[in-house]
């Protein structure tokens, strides 16, 4: 009877182990995968000067983006981007989000780097604190 108390309690011991190390494995996996890196609008500019491509995703609404936004940029308005950005970007792109002011960059840069994406940068601020050029769309 000792016996079988000393194999139950080492089987949960061995149970409770084992979660714990899922546990560390998943966070360990989160954390090598990266969050996206912050950047200002100086630190964009220089991305677009390295002579690297930059696929800069502007996120707002096609109206805001038509009347101003940073060269180059696509627009993939934020209320369908969940369902796009996976789609329309590669991992292989090097990917800048900017948004109003830098919440909705963050939320889907996460969803790149949880997908595998390494290269993701979200501008600080947003179009907010952009003090660089603007093109403007018909």
Known sequence: MVNMMVNMSGKKAL???NILLAIILCAVSAFAAGPHKVITGEE???LTK???PV???DVREPELFKSGHVPGAINIPYDTAHGRVLKELSPNDRVVFICHGGPMGDELGGIL???GYTKVYN???GMKKWRG??????
């Open 15 to 17: 149970v409770k182990l």
């Open 55 to 57: 696929k800069i995703v």
């Open 50 to 52: 390295d002579g690297q």
């Open 44 to 46: 964009l500019q220089a």
């Open 133 to 138: 050029p603007l093109e403007q769309s018909k």
């Open 113 to 115: 780097t949880k997908n």
């Open 123 to 125: 501008v600080k601020g």
